[in-house]
């Protein structure tokens, strides 16, 4: 089957294109290449440093596997300009923020990342966001959001959708929903209602779009799943102090409590990296059998530890079925060490849901993996075969492209890909990968709007 190279709207490979990264097989991006992924996006959950020239300029010199393209992010903007404070921005720390916004715009960068459940971006409101992403907007980018809440946490999954929503109308860029999922019991089902939102949204007039990673469990950090934002005002040292204080850690013990019940109980958290070796492919519930504590101190215990990465158990099969069937939602990897989705989203997405579930089309899979994501994110001339595109080309058998990553033993590449062919050179040839990097920088164009 030969398919346009796919894209990946929500990568985690920043470090993998940095000059320091020794190892040179890690700016192949075998992960991705070994499943024909020809495109990736960084700087995603607001993470994007806004120095975006550096980023494309340093993936040209290192020599890349795939093409990448790269957010500025608000978490970086506004821990430049405000640390890890709780606080809102004065009219002058606004206007510092602004300018890093623009720069990055004007260098190339493809919009306006948030991860506004994550501390520091937490803390910013509504206004705060459209006030930056305004910047983006005039620069015609578009907004990618880690919504709020996935959940039931504060605003409410739905309202997190609203929110986005919201920014849409008030900036009028196009806006996408990175990674959608109805995360945790409380808001299972409600996948039906976010499709409403964003149906409701489309008909007025407003872009909206979506990836998403077709597992039922997220990948994330131990405390960015189960602490509350406030007790990570000021960051990790004063983090650890309050669980020591007698009043704020009970209070945060409470909290903790109430998000692993959200997220599915102690058995819904695997220890996938980030902590010593022996407790990786253990549950809390293991953890907490192990030590003799109940699961919130065993978590509390990882902590002081200095915390770990989690495989998040916490999603419907419904859910995801529900939201891949529809027309505005491509496909992502989310890749982060630690979960399976690194190396075999992709793969999975074609040999679970298309062949063994039946619940999307081939073709469905292809143009949600490709066409879908190039003209949604703004990439001119990829994500099609065509005459005078850039020749971004996957050959997969499809007998065998299907993943051999797993949970407890996610660091595999996946099997079936043929040949993958980057700006007209070949990354894989037969199934081996050739070594060549032939990946690019992708710049965002056409630029509107001032740059100086
Ligand atoms: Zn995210």
Known sequence: ???????????HYDRDIVPWSQDPEQSLILPAIMQGVT????????????????????ADKKGIGPNVAAYVGFGAVRSMVLGYSDKAPDAEELISMKKLVGKGMCEGAFG??????????????????????????S???????????????????????????????ATSMPVHIAHIKALGVDVHGESLDVIGLVEKAQASGLAVTADQYPWIASGTSISAALLPRWAQVGGEAEMLARLQDAEQGREIRKAMAENLRRRGGP??????????????GKTLQDLSEEWGLDPVEAAVKVLEMGGAG???????EDDVKRFMKQAWVMTSSDASAGHPRKYASYATKYAKYVKQEKTITTAEFVHSSTGLAADSLGLQDRGYLKEGYFADVVVFSPEDYAPRATFLDPEI??????????????????????????GRGLKHTPLVGTCD
């Open 413 to 438: 590449l996946s099997a079936g890909v043929v040949d993958v062919i980057v700006n007209g050179e070949f990354a894989v040839r037969e199934g081996e990968p050739t070594g060549l990097s032939p």
């Open 310 to 316: 989690v495989a998040s158990f916490n999603q419907s």
């Open 112 to 137: 306006f990342s948030t991860g506004l459940f994550y501390s520091p971006q937490s803390y910013s409101t509504k206004d705060e966001v459209i006030t930056l992403a305004g910047e983006a907007a």
């Open 139 to 169: 620069r015609g980018g578009i907004y990618d959001s880690h919504l709020r809440d996935e959940s039931s946490y504060t605003v409410g999954l739905q309202g997190a959708v609203q929110e986005l929503i919201d920014i849409g109308h």
């Open 267 to 280: 058995d819904s958290l695997l220890l996938s990296n980030r902590v010593k070796q022996d407790l990786i």
């Open 1 to 11: 089957m030969v398919a346009p190279g796919f894209i990946d709207p929500h990568t």
């Open 39 to 58: 495109t990736v996006f960084v700087g995603v959950d607001g993470s994007g440093h806004p120095a975006i020239a550096e980023t494309l300029s340093n």
